[in-house]
């Protein structure tokens, strides 16, 4: 069975990290939260949620994926923390999936795993990718790179991650069941 792990900084999107955390535990996926510190993380709007775990006890070996959620300063405090960069490109040299959503591409993209690619993220984030093909759809996925827009687009984002570790039907099965009308 596939394990992803989200990192959850101070300021993150909610609406990404738990859509994304849900549609991945509907599917039966082993999804992790891990934060940047011990202790309840806040979101942009305040929620706060408590990870199952910190960053400094993941490691890229026990997990096939990393998700990076959005939102500001979110994404700023991901891309501060010099473990986050590491951590990414440490998947990215095993060959393992990282994705990011809305403003959290330009994480990835600064620790050097969009050069090239194509990639999609927050409108106002697009120049902030480096040399990526940009793309406005939903869901861009290239190679071992997924990324998407933002909250809206966390459900297909999520279902996409499904349909990458456990096939299409399953994606089609949570899909259905969640009632989902957006064409992911």
């Known amino acids: ?38 202790g309840p993380v806040s979101s942009v709007r305040n929620i706060k949620i408590i990870p199952d775990t910190v960053i400094d006890k993941i490691h890229s070996d026990d997990f ?3 998700v990076l959620p959005g939102g500001l300063p979110g994404s700023n405090n991901l891309d501060a923390d010099k473990r986050v960069g590491d951590l990414i490109r440490d998947f990215n040299t095993k060959g393992k999936v990282t994705g990011a959503i809305c403003a959290a591409p330009y994480v990835l993209a600064n620790a050097g795993v969009l050069e090239g690619k194509h990639a999609t993220s927050y409108p106002s984030f697009k120049d902030r990718l480096g040399n990526v093909e940009y793309e406005e759809k939903t869901v861009v996925i290239d190679g071992n790179v997924m990324t998407s827009r933002g909250p809206g687009t966390a459900i297909c984002f999520g279902l996409a991650i499904v349909e990458r570790f456990l096939g299409l039907d399953k994606a089609r099965e949570i899909k259905e069941a969640m009632l989902v009308n957006q064409d992911c």
């Open 1 to 38: 069975m596939a394990k992803v792990v989200i990192i959850l900084a101070e300021g993150f999107e909610e609406l990404e990290a738990t859509a994304v955390i849900d549609v991945l535990r509907r599917a039966g996926i082993d999804i992790v939260s891990a934060g940047l510190r011990e």
């Open 64 to 66: 096939d994926m990393l």
